[in-house]
């Protein structure tokens, strides 16, 4: 896990998991503290951090391509074109293998990891078509997962 240690620390030394300066700046950058306490601010960024130790040698383990995923509701993908931490090539690749009724990769041109906070107009028009779309469904959709 070394290796992806420092792949990380590269990535964010030269500004690779985002599109316009530093992760870290994107982030407190649209964090309002009409929205929360600096407690909770704190508690925020030590979960990233445990979830990244936690979680790391288990995610090179995971292949979700070979689990043949079938699922019975729409399925987006939000990718920043200029995100260095999930190499694009292997969300087109996962989304080529789920099964469900509609398997979207939707392209943020301006953004890197984090393109809820680098494109913030263009994701919550985004969300606001999931949820018109929502609308639109049957009132008692089946299960998510396919039997």
């Not at 290796?3 to 316009?20: H, K, P, V």
């Not at 079938?70 to 074109?81: Q, S, T």
């Not at 990891?113 to 919550?124: C, G, Q, S």
């Amino acid at each position: 896990m070394a290796s992806a240690e420092t792949q990380r620390r590269w990535l964010y030394a030269f500004n690779g998991a985002t599109y316009q300066g530093s992760a870290m700046w994107t982030l407190l950058r649209n964090i309002s503290l009409r929205d929360t306490t600096p407690l909770q601010l704190v508690r925020f960024f030590k979960g990233i951090m445990f979830s990244l130790a936690s979680l790391e040698e288990e995610q090179t383990k995971v292949d979700l391509v070979s689990e043949r995923i079938h699922l019975c509701i729409p399925v987006f993908f939000c990718c920043g074109r200029r995100d260095y931490n999930v190499p694009s090539e292997l969300t087109v690749e996962l989304a080529r293998s789920i099964t469900a009724p509609s398997v979207e990769v939707v392209w943020f041109e301006r953004s890197g990891h984090l393109p809820n906070l680098e494109e913030r107009a263009a994701f919550i028009a985004f969300c606001r078509r999931i949820s018109a779309l929502e609308a639109s469904a049957p009132a008692d959709p089946p299960s998510a997962m396919a039997r």
